[in-house]
């Protein structure tokens, strides 16, 4: 595996982040996620426009903050977008990242 796997394995879950935060803003204000996420309004902003990615740690941050604040839920009860193969898109980035961190820690 090496190094361009633990390269590729980083960028990933820093992309996942970011598709997560995007996933997220359509249903939470950046006010709402700031107070969550515990990260500036105006950070979150650039993560979701894409002008800067988050580094490896706080994108686990940012992943963890969402599974234990409930924000998938919360959005269930707000109604979320289905992908055209019929899984939400939250579900996806969960599945996702749940594979990630199986690679990223040897589980």
């Known amino acids: 595996m090496g190094r361009h796997y ?16 995007r996933s997220l803003k359509k249903y939470f204000t950046y006010k709402e996620l700031s107070k969550v ?5 105006a950070l979150l902003c650039r993560y979701v426009k894409g002008e800067v990615l988050p580094s490896v740690e ?3 941050h940012i992943i963890n903050k969402t599974i234990e604040a409930g924000l998938v839920e919360k959005v269930d009860k707000k ?9 939400s898109l939250l579900d996806r980035i969960a599945y996702e990242v749940w594979e990630e961190m199986k690679n990223v820690k040897g589980g």
């Open 58 to 60: 706080r994108a686990w």
């Open 79 to 87: 109604g979320r977008k289905i992908t055209p193969k019929g899984q």
């Open 37 to 41: 996420l515990q990260i500036s309004e």
């Open 6 to 21: 633990y390269k590729t394995s980083r960028v990933k879950i820093q992309t996942l982040a970011v598709d997560s935060l």
